[in-house]
């Protein structure tokens, strides 16, 4: 099994799945992660420091575009551990068979051992963005 977190720096979990720089990749064998990978985002538009509103002005066919590649990134993963995703983001993950864990842990190998021990919190999606304190879901159904 793999598991998908979203960060900005390899180690900490990434407040916004939408703006991360990177995702670790774990491959877990039994109880024990057999690998750690740091696989740098290519597919996201908020790096060319595009704002949540500018992209939200932007074409349906540029928001399903970049879903569809951010998807392609992390294909092989059946679980993503994150801190925030708007629902749309949910929604299609899901539908690509990836199950999304939301957290407000911040350490990304301590949310992968919980997650291991079953001693990982799972939250309900926060309301507005940890990130930027906007209420990007607001934003995101504006698409």
Do not use: W
């Not at 720089?21 to 740091?38: A, D, H, L, Q």
């Amino acid at each position: 099994m793999k598991i998908v977190i979203p960060s900005d720096d390899g180690k900490s979990i990434s407040p916004h799945f939408g703006r991360c720089y990177c995702f670790i990749i774990y491959e877990i064998e039994g109880n024990k992660v057999n690998s750690r990978t740091v696989k740098e985002n290519l597919c996201c538009p908020h790096r060319a420091n595009i704002c949540p509103k500018t992209v939200s002005v932007q074409t349906r066919e540029f928001v399903e575009k970049i879903r569809n590649e951010t998807v392609s990134e992390i294909r092989d993963c059946q679980i993503l551990i994150g801190r925030y995703m708007n629902q749309s983001a949910i929604d299609n993950l899901n539908s690509h068979n990836i199950r999304v864990i939301l957290v407000d842990e911040k350490d990304a190998d301590v949310a992968i051992e919980k997650y291991l021990l079953g001693i990982l919190v799972e939250i309900q999606n926060q309301q507005f963005c940890m990130c930027c304190q906007t209420n990007c879901l607001k934003i995101s159904n504006q698409e």
